[in-house]
């Protein structure tokens, strides 16, 4: 069966700091994996996703993550943060006819 | 773009109430979901469907239940209304069925349900 697990529920960083949003997955398959974000009071929007081939995988806003398979990892990184990248962070991993979620990162960038 | 559209943003309705959330799309994708997000538990699929008139349980179809009378619109039901299910509901829709899906679902904004 598959699941993730978001090791961090909040993640206070300074504008302009790196930041890495981790995520650890189980599958007994191959897997293809999704970071998707939420702006306040709004749905959830994709990021980026892995599905084959290269490890690094770049995203919208300036976010990539990496597939690390020998750990199940799938961490987002952003060299820069933004005030604007304020948001709520979920990592999924597909199932046979749906995605499993994780439970959230919050993610706030403080001035 | 892919569009979804849910009926609602904020419903406030009372206990024992039937309710009805309503979600439509535009780019006649297969499947279609239900979700409720929660605080610290992130999102919690109810029930999907791969067709027209076919559903399919999640993880919490419990006082839920769902109608897809056509293509593009899957319509989530609270045959009672209580208040712990109080939530934040999202429908989703992706295009593809199959091991392994492939294809990133498209979300609408969500409706904020509160029952008194």
């Known amino acids: 069966a598959q699941s993730v697990t978001q090791l961090d529920s909040q993640v206070p960083v300074f504008e302009e700091a790196p930041v890495e949003l981790r995520c650890n997955y189980s599958?007994?398959?191959?897997?293809?994996l999704f970071w998707y974000v939420q702006y306040p009071n709004q749905g959830l929007q994709l990021l980026l996703k892995?599905?084959?081939?290269?490890?690094l995988v770049k995203g919208i806003n300036g976010f990539e993550a990496e597939f690390n398979k020998s750990q199940t990892s799938f961490h987002l990184r952003k060299p820069s943060v933004h005030i604007s990248d304020t948001a709520e962070y979920f990592c999924?991993?597909?199932?046979?006819?749906?995605?499993?979620f994780g439970t959230g990162t919050r993610l706030t960038v403080i001035p | 773009d892919v569009k979804v559209t849910q009926s609602s943003r904020y419903l406030v309705k009372r206990t024992g109430e039937k309710v009805f959330l309503e979600c439509v799309q535009d780019?006649?994708?297969?499947?279609m979901f239900w979700y409720r997000q929660d605080p610290g538990l992130g999102l919690r699929l109810i029930y999907f469907s791969y067709d027209v008139k076919m559903k399919e349980k999640g993880d919490i179809p419990e006082g839920y239940s769902v109608s897809r009378e056509k293509k593009e619109r899957f319509s989530l039901i609270l045959e009672s209304a209580s208040t712990n299910q109080t939530s934040m509901y999202l429908c989703a829709s992706s295009p593809l069925l199959g091991q392994g899906s492939d294809q990133p679902q498209h979300f609408g904004d969500g409706t904020r349900l509160s029952i008194l």
């Open positions: 599958s007994s398959v191959s897997v293809y």
């Open positions: 892995y599905l084959s081939g290269s490890t």
């Open positions: 780019m006649d994708h297969e499947n």
């Open positions: 999924a991993v597909s199932g046979a006819n749906n995605l499993f």
